[in-house]
């Protein structure tokens, strides 16, 4: 019960870095440190964990089938009505979609002020704009990962008081696409790394260097230098001439 919110909730924190390193605030780009990140991850963790020590009282296996489920009636109405729409799927989408959307207004005002400016080098607005097809594309795509979940979650809540009325084959449909949810879900951690792989070169070329490194398969290259003629030690030779 730990793992799953936990994972959503760092895909937030994410979102939020991402719009404090953007920002032209010295301030707000200050709480983008490690030091920050530890005490927000540790709140976090902490959290959630408080949070599920319920689940140890009031979830447990029922007879006759002896699956998991509640065994506190006012419990289940607090998780399938708050916990589990609000403060796991729908607030969750809220601060993905909100903080994406003012790390790209910060993206798009840095670019347009550098585009202003003459002393601006091509490289570096280069370097921007690939930095902002990487955060625009990550985004987009962990809001689209966490929305299939969030609709599941509204259906299962919509649909709790028919449970019992439910078919064997629409159990394992549902449960089936829990499934499939939660594997979206899981494809959107492991997609940071091909995103920017694929949509940065410099950060390829970066990539690529430091598995040469790693794998000891740089090149030996000879660096040309000039010599000049007054370095080399000139010998001479003393030639005696005999006298007749």
């Not at 707000?28 to 440190?33: C, E, N, T, V």
């Not at 490194?213 to 660096?223: A, D, G, I, Y």
């Not at 040309?224 to 370095?231: E, H």
Request: aromatic share 12%; hydrophobic share 45%; glycine share 2%.
């Amino acid at each position: 019960r730990i793992v799953a919110p936990c994972a959503l909730s760092f895909l937030g924190l994410a979102a939020f870095d991402r719009w404090a390193c953007t920002s032209r605030s010295a301030r707000i780009r200050k709480l983008s440190s490690i030091r920050t990140a530890y005490c927000i991850v540790l709140i976090t963790v902490l959290f959630w964990s408080l949070l599920s020590i319920p689940f140890l009282s009031f979830f447990d296996l029922i007879p006759p089938t002896y699956t998991c489920g509640f065994t506190n009636d006012l419990f289940q109405k607090i998780t399938n009505f708050f916990l589990a729409p609000i403060l796991c799927a729908i607030f969750p989408l809220i601060v993905l979609i909100v903080f994406g959307i003012l790390t790209y207004r910060n993206l798009h005002l840095m670019t347009t002020i550098n585009g202003q400016q003459q002393s601006v080098t091509t490289r570096l607005s280069m370097w921007e704009q690939q930095i902002t097809r990487m955060m625009i594309i990550q985004t987009v795509l962990n809001v689209s990962c966490a929305l299939p979940q969030c609709i599941l979650l509204i259906y299962t809540i919509a649909t709790v008081q028919q449970s019992a009325m439910k078919s064997l084959d629409q159990i394992y449909i549902e449960y089936l696409l829990a499934q499939l949810c939660e594997f979206i879900v899981c494809l959107d951690f492991a997609s940071s790394f091909y995103i920017f792989f694929l949509s940065s070169s410099r950060f390829r070329q970066t990539t690529k260097m430091y598995l040469k490194r790693l794998l000891h398969l740089e090149s030996n290259q000879v660096t040309p230098f000039n010599i000049s003629a007054s370095t080399v030690p000139v010998t001479g030779t003393k030639t005696h001439y005999r006298q007749n």
